[in-house]
């Protein structure tokens, strides 16, 4: 079946403006995640969505940083005011629930910040 | 808070060559351990999830192997299509998301 899936795959944009990454999960999954990885640097968790319940956004590093999941499936990953540091690799991952279920990752949207 | 940690950062096989990657971690209570796999420009690909001490997964040239305090993954006879950065993952009693080593990157030469 389909993967996760994400767009775009790359994207450019300058200092200051602002920044939406969309996220597709597996169809079925009620848990939805992001994950930040940087050059030299491991994943860094973001966000956790599941089902109809709060998210957990301990890992935004400011509030510059936003999601939403709309209708338990699609999400968005708004970046505000763009700054060079948020140059990274965002990626998304889904899993069947929020327990000890697998996640699955997207291929990343590639952020470059000029 | 949970502590993973990889070793090498990078190692270099010839072909058929065997090796193992480490992964020590500490975290308060474990739900599981897992390894993925990526290529560049790609996302993590799942290859195994260990529950508890003593379990042990295989995948063709792969084999992992779970203790309290660390995981290793196999890699036997090794081909060039082996290459790829190897990610250790744990997941704890007490979180939802997975906290992730630096990644062991490897390279097979022909």
């Known amino acids: 079946g389909a993967g996760v899936s994400q767009s775009p795959s790359n994207k450019v944009t300058e200092k200051g403006k602002d920044v939406e990454l969309r996220c597709d999960p597996i169809?079925?999954?009620?848990?939805l995640y992001w994950y930040r990885q940087s050059l030299g640097q491991g994943l860094e968790f973001l966000i956790y969505f599941q089902g109809n319940s709060a998210p957990d956004k301990s890992g935004l590093p400011s509030d510059r940083f936003s999601a939403e999941r709309t209708g338990g499936s699609v999400s968005t990953l708004t970046i505000q005011r763009t700054q060079q540091e948020d140059s990274a690799v965002y990626l998304c991952?889904?899993?069947?629930?929020?327990?000890?279920?697998?996640?699955?990752f997207g291929p990343g949207t590639r952020l470059l910040v000029l | 808070e949970d502590q993973v940690t990889q070793s090498p950062e990078a190692l270099r096989l010839q072909e058929g060559e065997s090796s193992s990657l480490n992964c020590s971690y500490t975290?308060?209570?474990?739900?599981?351990l897992f390894w993925y796999r990526q290529d560049p420009g790609k996302g993590p690909e799942f290859l195994f999830t260990?529950?508890?001490a003593g379990e042990e997964k295989e995948k063709e040239r792969l084999k992992a192997t779970l203790t309290k305090k660390e995981s290793f993954l196999h890699i036997t006879a090794p081909k060039p299509e082996d290459s790829a950065t190897y990610l250790c993952a744990v997941h704890s009693l007490n979180d939802y998301k997975l906290s992730f080593g630096a990644g062991t990157t490897v390279t097979v030469r022909a």
């Open positions: 169809s079925g999954h009620t848990a």
């Open positions: 260990l529950y508890s």
């Open positions: 975290v308060s209570g474990l739900r599981g």
């Open positions: 991952a889904s899993s069947r629930s929020g327990g000890r279920e697998t996640q699955y």
